[in-house]
């Protein structure tokens, strides 16, 4: 991959000057250049493949307990003038003198080596993979009567300066493929979803067969066609490794990240150092995890990203934080600001969150259950971070009968209050594995994130189905 | 407003890439452009204050069948010209559709509406601060246990135009504003939370009064909640939690989905899918609504469609691709999420025409049953291919016609198809909402609620 200078150092410590002219504390300039490529296939069909791309730059300005934040996508020294004296004027409490910055540069540091960039393949190559994914989900089973798939890649160069002097410098490359099956049969329609996403280049699909992703989905879709209504009430829950780290992200990850924490919003707050989990749960978000879809080499406010334990055998060990947060408690960041685009102001985030490994074979944990739902596939979830109250959809779930997996069920949500669940967790297996890659939505801003779990079970869950 | 946008510059620009078109090709260019701005409020302090501009231009290009797109977020001519370029190469990667095509226009006179309010663009930033202010400091005046998680205050402008080589040459643009305050309330060590809105295209005109006690009465009645057991109920949904139901129910309604194999609704066209005592539109020229719009993202007029008339399901609503390729007439529903998004069909600004009684009247008449108040994982526990959902919910208990306890951490779950059947009651309580579908409050029978 190349080298680039998305913005001359001399522009940026020009900028960072002018947008602390008003008397801020702090200023930053956040830029960054997006192409990307998406390919659609629906109904037997590649329907469009259509190219983007997006440059600009979102700059902040901090003073006191104010944030100005403008963004523009001109980036000509005019351009960002224009944008910093807007930013400045929003936070603007006084007058300032005026300082001027030195920008040391880090070295750009690389999370997830890319071998192949996207954007040296042929548009006709990634076309391909659709059609391949079209014919597997299809011959998959009769019942199966249509078929979206979509592929997409992403190349975004990143440059972020600040008023205390840091300089850093990153290339994040994701590659991603969804397919999604309907499938037809007296019951009426029922639809199954799979996907693959990767901070890695095209040689992904060199290592991952497409065939699998499109014969998972549709095997979801299929199965459901002889699923009976999910029941109503609490029992035990066996989650499948890699199926249900969404748990984990709901339950607790929005929890921990400090500034809801600082705020009174979670049910965490206050707790570091005390038993929040069962002794079982060591909980781990992980930036530097190579190649998943959470991982990044560096925040989007130039911290490094980190491997933070939050949780050590049950006990809360640590929030995750950004820059803000982290400055105003005299603490370091743990590279977890993160934000959509330059349009949008760094908040806390999650990157890979999983829960570490037990040591009990997975399937003595169902064996051991006698009646309860297994669930090896989870959808969206959501949480209030206040109450602790959470929500997460089944996508593939199936009954607990004397300590066999039997029946399948259709689709419902789960619900639990994170706090209780964590510590109802009363079984880990030793099987871990991460899940689908993630969109973690926050106060209308989408990050991509990761999470994962080894098989485990949660002695009580309420199940939302309508069965008695 | 509408009309062209003040200095016909986007529709300029919009009609340059269509004039560039080559013999054989069809071409569309939709240019937009918008500025907003964001104010949080926290503790008596402006947390933040975000100004953000953004415009952009999505051009399509259609040869043979086959389509190919791309979009840049810069009107800079050279970029133009690169887009331009890189969708017709892009169109060579696409697969013959006989139904491709742009939309044409349709004959259906753009409704004139009021979008545009001169006085929203001359709102200082200092009224605005001050506006997300008094709604903070309103709110933890009604109620001592009450704190305020932040108090926000929105506006967005946005112009846009579409021109195409098939004769479309359209402009429009439209403001808007809200206040948005979230709370806490704590007795204890327990918290609940709650919400309140105000939306309007004067920031004069907002009620900030209301928002305050929605958000106060929505955290402070919750709390002592606890766990129902599991049983048969009937549920009266807050005109909030409707309106998120709606948005569901529409995409249902989608005639791209009908057209490739995924609405439940597809094959009951005329027939009674609902009470007849649900009347659901789709209705762009209110200009109450949030999201009103005298064009849709094809650059057709946007229009008020009657989807479901007495419980009857009347139409589906079409972009131009899903009306050529069902044979139906258009409906003025192409919807673009933005400059880089294609258009696909969608509601636009759904509404269910409200009955008579308020929550109050309707509740006092109900012997045994919830008041759903938040519903939390539609989007995870919703499937609208299939109609099976299951929704976390908080809310109180209605017993003999009053309101009880508060219950949490329950789920209610049912069919879309069942549950548009069992509904008892529209309320006469319209409420607007910043979202795509206003609320009413509903009575729907016989939803299973799983707790204890």
């Known amino acids: 991959m190349t080298t680039f200078d998305l913005l001359d150092d001399d522009v940026l410590a020009r900028t960072l000057a002018l947008a602390l002219r008003t008397g801020a504390d702090f200023a930053e300039v956040y830029a960054t250049d997006w192409r990307g490529v998406g390919v659609g296939l629906d109904d037997g069909r590649i329907e469009e493949l259509s190219t983007g791309r997006n440059t600009g730059a979102g700059i902040r300005v901090i003073h006191c307990e104010t944030t100005g934040f403008a963004h523009t996508a001109d980036l000509s020294p005019a351009g960002l003038a224009a944008a910093a004296s807007v930013a400045a004027e929003a936070a603007r409490q006084g007058d300032g003198a005026t300082r001027s910055i030195a920008l040391a540069e880090r070295p750009q540091r690389v999370v997830s080596p890319i071998e192949i960039d996207p954007s040296s393949i042929g548009k006709a190559a990634k076309v391909a993979l659709l059609r391949r994914v079209d014919d597997a989900a299809r011959s998959t089973g009769g019942a199966i009567t249509q078929v979206s798939a979509g592929y997409s890649d992403g190349r975004t160069r990143v440059v972020i300066a600040n008023s205390d002097g840091l300089l850093a410098r990153d290339e994040r490359v994701r590659t991603l493929l969804r397919v999604s099956a309907v499938a037809n049969g007296d019951t009426g329609m029922q639809t199954g979803f799979d996907s693959l996403g990767h901070t890695m280049g095209f040689e992904l699909f060199d290592k991952v067969s497409v065939e699998e992703v499109a014969r998972t989905a549709a095997q979801r879709a299929l199965t459901k066609l002889r699923a009976r209504p999910a029941p109503s009430g609490s029992m035990p829950v066996v989650i499948k490794a890699g199926s249900g780290g969404v748990l984990f992200h709901e339950a607790c990850g929005h929890g921990l990240e400090a500034d809801l924490v600082a705020k009174g919003a979670s049910v965490y707050k206050g707790k570091v150092g005390e038993l929040v989990a069962s002794p079982l749960v060591t909980l781990v978000d992980d930036g530097t995890m190579t190649h998943e879809w959470g991982a990044i080499a560096i925040d989007d406010e130039g911290h490094a990203s980190q491997y933070n334990v939050l949780i050590e055998n049950g006990v809360l060990t640590d929030y995750m934080w950004d820059f803000l947060r982290a400055r105003k408690e005299g603490r370091s960041p743990s590279g977890n600001g993160r934000r959509q685009s330059y349009k949008h102001l760094p908040m806390v985030r999650m990157t890979n969150t999983y829960v570490l490994n037990g040591d009990e074979d997975p399937g003595d944990i169902v064996r051991d259950t006698d009646h309860g739902v297994y669930v090896a596939h989870l959808g969206g979830g959501s949480v209030n971070t206040a109450t602790g109250d959470f929500v997460f959809g089944m996508t593939e779930a199936y009954l607990i009968e004397n300590g066999e997996i039997t029946e399948p069920l259709r689709e419902g949500n789960l619900i639990g209050n994170g706090p209780q669940v964590l510590r109802d967790i009363d079984r880990l297996g030793n099987d871990f594995a991460m899940g689908n890659p993630g969109t973690c939505g926050k106060d209308g801003q989408g990050v991509p994130v990761g999470d994962g779990q080894p098989t485990l079970r949660v002695k009580s869950l309420t199940i939302g189905g309508t069965a008695s | ?452």
């Not at chain 2, 407003?1 to 300029?12: K, Q, T």
């Not at chain 2, 306890?405 to 549950?419: C, G, N, Y």
């Open chain 2, 1 to 452: 407003m509408s009309g062209p946008d003040r200095s016909g510059e986007l529709l300029a620009i919009a009609e340059r890439v269509v004039a560039m078109a080559r013999p054989g090709e069809q071409v569309e260019a939709y240019v937009g452009r918008g500025v907003s701005t964001e104010v949080r409020v926290y503790e008596g302090e402006v947390e933040h204050f975000v100004s953000a501009q953004s415009q952009g231009i999505g051009i399509r290009v259609i040869r043979d069948g086959r389509t190919g797109s791309s979009s840049a977020g810069s009107l800079d001519e050279s970029v133009i010209a690169e887009v331009l370029v890189e969708a017709r190469d892009n169109l060579g990667y696409g697969e013959v559709d006989e139904w491709a095509g742009l939309a044409a226009p349709d004959g259906v006179a753009v409704t004139p509406q009021n979008l545009w309010n001169d006085a929203l663009e001359s709102a200082t930033p200092a009224r605005k601060i001050q506006l997300a202010k008094d709604l903070e400091r309103r709110t933890l005046a009604i109620d001592g246990r009450v704190r305020v998680d932040d108090s926000n205050y929105m506006d967005a402008f946005g112009e846009s135009a579409v021109a195409t080589t098939t004769g479309i040459r359209v402009a429009g643009r439209e403001n808007g504003c809200h206040l948005s305050v979230g709370t806490l309330a704590d007795d204890g060590d327990e918290t609940q939370t709650g919400f309140g809105f105000a939306v309007g295209r004067d920031p004069e005109a907002l009620d900030i009064e209301k928002a305050a006690v929605d958000a106060v009465e929505r955290a402070t009645r919750l709390l002592g909640a606890t766990k129902p057991e599991s049983r048969r109920t009937t549920i009266v949904l807050d005109p909030y939690c409707t309106a998120q139901f709606l948005g569901i129910i529409g995409s249902t309604l989608n005639g791209e989905s009908v057209a490739k194999g995924r609405s439940l609704f597809a094959s009951r066209l005329g027939e009674s899918v609902a009470t007849p005592l649900l009347t659901l539109v789709d209705d762009p020229t209110d200009p109450r609504a949030y999201t009103a719009t005298d064009i849709d993202g094809e650059g057709l007029a946007a229009r008020r469609n009657v989807l479901v008339s007495d419980g009857v399901l009347k139409m589906f609503v079409q972009s131009s691709y899903s009306a050529r390729r069902l044979g139906a007439a258009t409906t003025g529903n192409g919807v673009r999420g933005g400059y880089g998004g294609g258009p696909g069909a969608g509601c636009l600004a759904l509404q269910i025409v409200p009955g008579a009684r308020s929550q109050a009247e309707i509740i006092a008449g109900i012997d045994d049953g919830i008041l759903i108040q938040q519903v939390q994982g539609l989007h995870s526990g919703v499937n609208p291919v299939s109609g099976d959902f299951s929704t976390g919910a908080a809310g109180l208990t209605i017993s003999k016609g009053a309101l009880g306890t508060p219950v949490r951490e329950f789920t209610i779950a049912s069919t879309l198809q069942k549950m548009l059947l069992d509904i008892a009651e529209v309320g006469g309580d319209l409420e607007w909402l910043p979202m795509r579908a206003t609320g009413v409050s509903l009575v729907i029978h016989d939803v299973t609620m799983s707790g204890a």
